[in-house]
C-alpha cells in the first residue's frame, strides 16, 4: 500500500467510526466503545506508518481535481512533510487518549454513543487540516471542527453555563471565519489556485498583489480559532464542557489548527513585514496577558485554558520571527503535557467533589488520596513550567532561540523588533507561567484543614492514560537533537544564553509563588480557615467523574462566588490587578459595551421599524381594502327597484353629461 493511499485512511477511518457510532448508538449500544476507540487507535497507527515512511524527507503530494469551477480549481490534495506527519501522530495519540480516558470518565452517560461520534468526527476534521494540501479542503476540516466544538462544548446543555460557553465559542470563531473566508478567496484570485504548493511558489515569484491584506485577513480567522487576543475570550468559558473534550481541544486541535496553517502558508504572512510585526504584538499581548489571568482564577480547569492562551502565545510568536520549526516544535510538546493536565484535572475534580483551587487549599491529604494524578500532573505542570528536562523546556528554548537570533540581527525573514517584542515578553511569561504552575500544585496538593473526601478510586483507564501522556511530557524535549530533518532542517536545541535566563526567570517565579503561597498561609491561620465553609460540591461524589464535574461546575459560583477571605499567593502577587484579571480584564464586557450592545441597540431599531412603519404600511393597505369592501357591500343590498332606480338614475346622469360634451365642442 502507498505512502498516499496509507495518508487517505488516517482522515477516514475515525470518520467512519463517527458514523457508525451515531447508526449504532442507539440500535447496538454494545458496539459504541469500540467504534470510539478501535478506529481512532487505527487511525493513530496508519499516522505512525505514515510518518515512518515519510521519514522527514522530501514532501509527497499527491491531487486530483474535485469539480470543476471555471476558474480557480477545487482539489483533493494531500501535502505531506515533516511538519504534517508529525503533527498528525499527535492528534492520533491525544484522540486514542481521550476516547480511552472517555470510556471511564463517561460510563454512564446517556448520551455518550452521541459524544463518541462527535470527538471521532472533531479527530477525522483536524487530521483533514493536517494533511490537506489544498485549501478549501482545510476549510471544510477547520469549519466541522467549529461545529463539534459547539455540541461537545454544550454537553451538560441542562446547564446555562454550558448552553452559554457552546455559544459563545462558536460565534467568536465565525467572527474571526468571515475574514478569514474572504482572505482565501483572496489569496486564490491572486495565485490562481487553493493549492498551498501553487501559493507558495506564487509568494516566491512575488505574485501576490496584496500580501498585508491578505495576511492580516487570515490572521483574523487564526485569532478566532487559536484563542489569540482579541478573540481569545471563548476559550476559558468552554470550561464548561467535559473535561476529555478540554484535553481534546486545547492539546491537539481546534486551537492548534490555527498555529499550524500560519506554520503552513509562513512565508506568505514573512512577505509582508506588517503582518510579522501584527503577530508579533498579538503573540506578546497574548503570553503576557493570559498569564496575568491564570494567576488569579480558581477554577482549575480556567487556570489550564489561559495557560493553553499563552502557550499558543509562545507558538505564534516563534511564526512571528519566521521560525515555523520552533512553533510546530512547541505545538507537539504542549500537546503532549497540556492533555495530561486536563485529563488529571479530571481526575482531581472527581477527588475533590469540586473545581475549586480556594476549596481544594483546604482539604488536607488530596495528593494521598489520587497518586496517580499526583505524580503525573506534577510532571505535566514541570514541563510547563519549561524546567529541565521536561519537554516544555526545550520546545519553549526553540522559540526564545528564534527570538533571539530575530531580535539580533541573525535572521532576516521577520523585522528585528517583532524579535525583540517576541523574546522579551517570552520572558516575562516563562516567570508568569512558573508562578500560576507553582500556585495550582500548592493549591491543589498543599492544602491545610479537613481531611479530603474519599469517593473511591478512578476508573484503571483513566490512570492509565495519564501515564501513557506521562512519558512524552518527560523525554519529547530530549529529542530535540534528532528532528532536525523533520523541521525544514532547523536545529532546535536551545543556547546557554537563552536556556539559562529563561529556565532562572521560571525558577525565581515558582520560588516568589512559594513564597507568597507560605505567607498568606501562615497569616491565614487554621481558625481563619475554620470559618470559611469551602469544600466539596458536588451531591453525588461517588458517580461517576463526568456526574461530579457537571456539579461542581453548575455549583462553582454559587458555593465560591466571594472567595475574599482564602489564602491564594495569586492574590499576594497580583494586588489590586487581581480583581481585574480574575474577570480578564473585564474584555467580555468591553466587548459587550462595543460590539453586543450596539448590535442589539440596532436590532431593536430595526424591529421598531417593522413593527410601527412597515406593519403601519400594510396594515394600512389591509384597513382601506377593507373599508372599501365594506362601502360597496352596502350598496348590495338585494332589491331589484333599487339596482333598477340606480341604473336608470345612472343613465340620466351619462345622458346629460354626453348632451354637456357636445354642446360644449
Known sequence: MTTTTLA???????????????????????????????????????AVLVAVRQGGGRAIDAATQLTPTGSVPIELALHLDGFAALAAVLVGVVASCVQIYSTGYLRDDPRYPSYAALVSLFTSAMLLVVYSGDLMV?????????ICSYFLVGHYWETPEARAASLKAFLVTKLGDVPFLIGLFALAADAGTFRITGILGAV???????????????LAGVAGKSAQFPLHTWLPDAMAGPTPVSALIHAATMVAAGIYFVARLLPLFAASAAAMTVLA?????????????????????RVLAYSTIGQLGYMSGALAVGDRGAAVFHLLSHGAFKALLFLAAGVIIHAAGTNSLAAMSRMRGLAGRIPDAYWTMTVALLALAAIPPFAGFFSKEAVLVAAEHTALGDRAVAPAGAGWIVLVSGLITAFLTAAYATRLWLLAFRGRGTEAPDHGRQPLV?????????????????TAGYLGDWFDGQELTPTVTTAVLGTGIA??????????????????????????????????????????????????????????????????????LHRHAAAGFRLDAVYS???????????????FLDREVVETYVRGAGSGTHLLGRAVRRAQTGNVQTYLSVLLAG???????????????
Open 593 to 607: 459595551a462595543l460590539f453586543v450592545r450596539p448590535v442589539r441597540a440596532a436590532a431593536s431599531l430595526v424591529s
Open 138 to 146: 482545510l476549510l471544510v476540516g477547520w469549519e466541522i471542527m467549529g
Open 204 to 218: 516566491a515569484a512575488d505574485g501576490i498583489d496584496h500580501p498585508t491584506l491578505v495576511a492580516l485577513l487570515l
Open 462 to 478: 483513566m490512570n492509565g492514560v495519564l501515564w501513557v501522556l506521562a512519558v512524552p511530557s518527560l523525554a519529547f524535549g530530549l
Open 507 to 576: 525558577l525565581v517565579g515558582g520560588l516568589v509563588t512559594y513564597a507568597a503561597w507560605h505567607a498568606v498561609t501562615s497569616k491565614a491561620g487554621t481558625a481563619k480557615a475554620a470559618r470559611t465553609p469551602l469544600g466539596a460540591v458536588a451531591a453525588h461524589p461517588r458517580e461517576e467523574p463526568a456526574v461530579s464535574e457537571e456539579e461542581a461546575i453548575a455549583s462553582h459560583t454559587p458555593a465560591y462566588g466571594d472567595i475574599a477571605s482564602a489564602p491564594d499567593p495569586g492574590r499576594l502577587l497580583l494586588g489590586p
Open 651 to 665: 343613465s340620466v346622469v351619462l345622458a346629460i353629461a354626453a348632451v354637456l360634451v357636445a354642446a360644449g365642442a
Open 8 to 46: 487517505v485512511l488516517v482522515p477516514l477511518l475515525p470518520f467512519l467510526g463517527a458514523l457508525a457510532g451515531l447508526l449504532l448508538g442507539r440500535t447496538a449500544p454494545g458496539f459504541v466503545r469500540p467504534l470510539a476507540v478501535l478506529p481512532t487507535l487505527a487511525a493513530l497507527v496508519v
Open 281 to 301: 504584538v498579538m503573540a506578546a499581548v497574548t503570553m503576557v496577558g493570559s498569564g496575568l489571568a491564570a494567576l488569579a482564577q480558581d477554577d482549575i480547569k
